[in-house]
């Protein structure tokens, strides 16, 4: 990006981003000035805790300046918590918004009489460069606008293409916290998602002629260019149709005494046998649905094409953590995948029925025969069952 100016934050110390999902680095907000001839915009705020900061950033960027627009690609608290602070700093600032996001900034206490409601096509001309907003409803609220700027064939994402952590963390780690964020935070609107990629090649320079994004620049997470860019991507189009990834196995566990995870970690040991036994290049995991990050759970579900759930039957139900676990992937709009069975239950199993109609409700899903049914500890005997269980999902 050579001529826009980065003014972004970095909160090293937040733990948990919407209050669920664990930050090892923190996170990052992403603001930008793409400083015109005659006019100046800055592109979107950033979280209220960051708000001192980030108008210090602009400050020593905009250098004298003032600033003429302020972009609000996105409402979201994370990215308009900075806004009212901004507007009576400068307050000739014109707000450039979508027209549900005039709505949103009354129902955050946002004031401004100034405000140019953009849509599909709008454009802004800043003398040099211009902006032209392109509809991205459901990215992952109905107001969001992405923006680009053709001259830099820069493209500003709003949240898509985001990622965890803040905005200098390893580059080449970019898909490990992008796939968490992207299922977590805007998993479910794979088809608005997927409708946005397609207008994205169509986009064309002030003559008309189709032109390449070379640089994309999202609310969080570095900006992406060259392969990286490229591999991003790649990745969003299978992320956005929920495609295979990584052909591989989940094996997730919900278990209150042990004996269910011992029988699941037995079970991913016969799998991984197998699966070698053929030859077959797979990536195989498991996770504990009472200790393990959900969030990470939640993305290797949707990274695979086969899912292995073990549970124990509680209170007649099924237990608590395996209930949050799909009740989040149908949430996220989990599809297209094969999921086997398994449940313990001393005296009424339950699970195994329950976890299936809780699957019914997601699209194409292959409950693979046949279940297996522990009742209390695996004995040595089932270990046929297990077999039999590895055979079916690896098929």
Known sequence: MRNILYVGCDDASLDLFESQYVLPEGMCYNSYIVPGIQKTAVMDSVDSRCTDQ???????????????????????????????????????TTVVCSKQAVTMMTQFGIQTADIHVVGEGSVLDLG?????????????????????????????????????????????????????????????????????????????????????????????????????????????????????????????????????????????EIIRQKAASKQMNLKIAITDLTRDDMAEAIEDAFRMNRLVLCCATYDADIFPPMHLFL??????????????????????????????????????????EPAVTIRGALKPEQTADLEALADAILA
Request: aromatic fraction near 10%; hydrophobic fraction near 40%; charged fraction near 25%.
């Open 128 to 268: 040099g460069l211009t902006l032209r907003f392109i509809a991205a409803p459901m990215i992952h609220w109905p107001e969001v606008i992405m923006t680009f700027c053709p001259e830099e064939q820069v493209l500003f994402s709003a949240d898509a293409f985001g990622k965890f952590g803040v905005y200098h963390a390893d580059e080449d780690d970019w898909a490990c916290e992008a796939r968490r964020y992207y299922f977590n935070i805007v998993g479910k609107y794979g088809i608005q998602v997927a409708n946005v990629l397609k207008k994205l090649h169509l986009l064309t320079d002030n003559q008309g002629n189709n032109i390449q994004i070379r640089s994309i620049a999202p609310l969080h997470g570095p900006v992406l260019e060259g392969a990286k860019m490229d591999e991003a991507m790649r990745l969003y189009r299978i992320w956005s149709t929920y495609g295979i990834e990584t052909d591989g196995v989940l094996v997730a566990y919900a278990s209150i005494h042990g004996n269910t995870r011992r029988a699941a970690e037995q079970l991913t």
């Open 327 to 368: 009740h989040e992937l149908r949430l996220k709009g989990f599809q297209n995948r094969r999921v086997a069975l398994m449940e313990n239950g001393s005296w009424a199993p339950q699970a195994n029925r329950i976890m299936k109609e809780m699957l019914s409700t997601c699209k194409n899903i292959e409950i693979v």
């Open 54 to 92: 980030w108008l210090d950033n602009v400050e020593k960027a905009l250098d004298g300046r003032k600033p003429d627009y302020l972009v609000c690609q996105h409402m979201e608290p994370d990215h308009s918590g900075s806004m009212a602070a901004f507007l009576a700093k400068y307050q000739d």
